[in-house]
């Protein structure tokens, strides 16, 4: 029972600035997770494929990206302790061109068929998080970006390559190596 303890403390956590619910009821649900565990740089769910799994994130990180012209752009970055899914392709049950690979090992929770309230919880906090990018993309600079990032999730600084950050917050690699410099000075 200690694995469930602990993955439905990690889950209280993350969710009590959305919804209290009690620690009981996450080591419940916790003990209905699959563990699925992926090395660095291995796919997760592959582009033309239907995302299944919405995915708890106990350690490591993941990446979204889509391929383009010999390049690919990173869509969402998400370390231990959040959520990770294509959840567009999650929710309609249809494949899409976004892939998902592990950043660094990384185990993951997953369930594919949850509770109403959990589920809702999910999405709402995905929704939450997709949202506010799309909004700094529009209204922020590549600077702020940037510091915004770095004060609110300084750990992807030593867990995520640069140039998966570069993509993440929509500049180059050289950009961002230029903006770096700037602000060190």
């Not at 009981?24 to 997760?44: P, T, V």
């Not at 010999?70 to 370390?79: D, F, N, Q, R, Y």
């Amino acid at each position: 029972m200690t694995q469930y303890t602990d993955i439905g403390k990690q889950l209280k956590n993350t969710f009590d600035p959305y919804i209290n619910v009690d620690l009981k009821l996450w080591e419940a649900f916790a003990s209905k997770l699959q563990l699925r565990q992926f090395k660095k740089n291995e796919i997760i769910k592959e582009t033309g494929q239907t995302e299944h799994y919405i995915n708890f994130i106990a350690s490591g990180s993941i990446g979204n990206f889509i391929a383009g012209k010999g390049s690919e752009t990173c869509i969402s970055l998400s370390v231990a302790n959040s959520f990770s899914s294509d959840y567009y392709s999650f929710l309609n049950q249809k494949p899409s061109i976004i892939y998902s690979r592990a950043l660094e090992n990384s185990e993951l929770y997953s369930r594919s068929a949850m509770g109403v309230w959990i589920g809702k919880a999910i999405a709402e906090q995905l929704f939450m998080q997709r949202q506010q990018i799309q909004i700094d993309l529009l209204t922020l600079t590549a600077e702020e970006r940037y510091l915004k990032l770095l004060s609110e999730k300084p750990e992807i600084f030593q867990r995520v390559s640069l140039k998966h950050i570069a993509s993440y917050i929509g500049v180059t690699a050289e950009s961002l190596s230029r903006l770096r410099k700037n602000i060190s000075l």
